[in-house]
């Protein structure tokens, strides 16, 4: 079985479709995972959770997936993306809240544990160090775990004496094997890795493998979308840079 991951989708529908031209072109998924923030800073939350519904997949909530639904408050939330939160709220149907609303905080795939920010804090723990990575191990009984949050790949492993974060090596696949990892697929609608390209991973269950992907998108139709609706500058400034 395949599965894609995407993760931090984030309201950006011309990032989520060309991501899934990329997964098709690539061989298909027989599953898609989603690790939360579907939507919030970009300019298709309703269209986005629409296509993602569409999909066989299963999706666990983000910061903005509740805070746009009221279940976490924005307090933490800088300016700008308060205000995408508060227009993306107007833009959700009920079904589309009813939807945020059920997603759980954590899952378990098989190998896999599947938490926004991290295992020990699903909704605000952000995974940017070792000590981080290292200390969130106990957070989850998996062999693997799964996380977004940070908009940015990478893959910590831990072996018996030694462990490693780093940024994925292209899309060379990574065997699965004997290691603890946690993994970061990117984000799909909103890159902060100074890539600014459309970043998912996929999971190959028979060659025991992840693979990290980007692909490149339309990025100023999204931007011209965003402007169209009036957010705030500095979204749609960042997009252009993945920062
Ligand atoms: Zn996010």
């Not at 910061?63 to 993306?88: K, L, M, P, Q, Y």
């Not at 939807?99 to 896999?112: E, H, S």
């Not at 890159?191 to 998108?217: C, E, F, I, K, L």
């Amino acid at each position: 079985m395949r599965y894609a991951i995407v993760a931090d989708i984030h309201a950006n529908l011309a990032a989520f479709t060309a991501v899934l031209d990329d997964i098709e072109k690539r061989g298909g998924a027989d599953e898609l995972w989603c690790l939360g923030d579907v939507v919030g800073y970009g300019p298709d939350p309703h269209r986005c959770l629409e296509l993602l519904r569409k999909y066989k997949h299963v999706c666990i909530a983000g910061n903005h997936d509740w805070a746009a639904i009221g279940r976490v408050d924005t307090a933490s939330f800088n300016a700008a993306a308060a205000e995408a939160c508060f227009w993306t709220a107007q833009q959700l149907t009920a079904e589309d809240r009813q939807y945020l609303g059920n997603l759980p905080l954590m899952l378990q795939r098989g190998d896999f544990t599947l938490a926004h920010g991290s295992p020990r804090e699903p909704i605000w723990e952000y995974i940017l160090s070792e000590v981080a990575a290292r200390e969130n191990l106990a957070y989850f009984e998996t062999p693997f775990c799964l996380v977004g949050h940070s908009h940015i790949p990478f893959i910590f492993e831990k072996g018996e004496s030694n462990e490693r974060l780093a940024g994925p090596e292209g899309d060379v696949p990574l065997a699965l094997a004997e290691n603890r990892l946690i993994i970061n697929p990117g984000s799909v609608g909103q890159s902060r890795d100074g890539d600014p390209r459309a970043a998912y991973t996929v999971y190959d269950s028979q060659g025991r493998s992840v693979a990290h992907y980007r692909v490149d998108y339309d990025i100023s139709a999204t931007q011209l979308r965003m402007r169209e609706y009036d957010l705030p500058d500095s979204l749609v400034r960042r997009l252009s840079f993945g920062r």
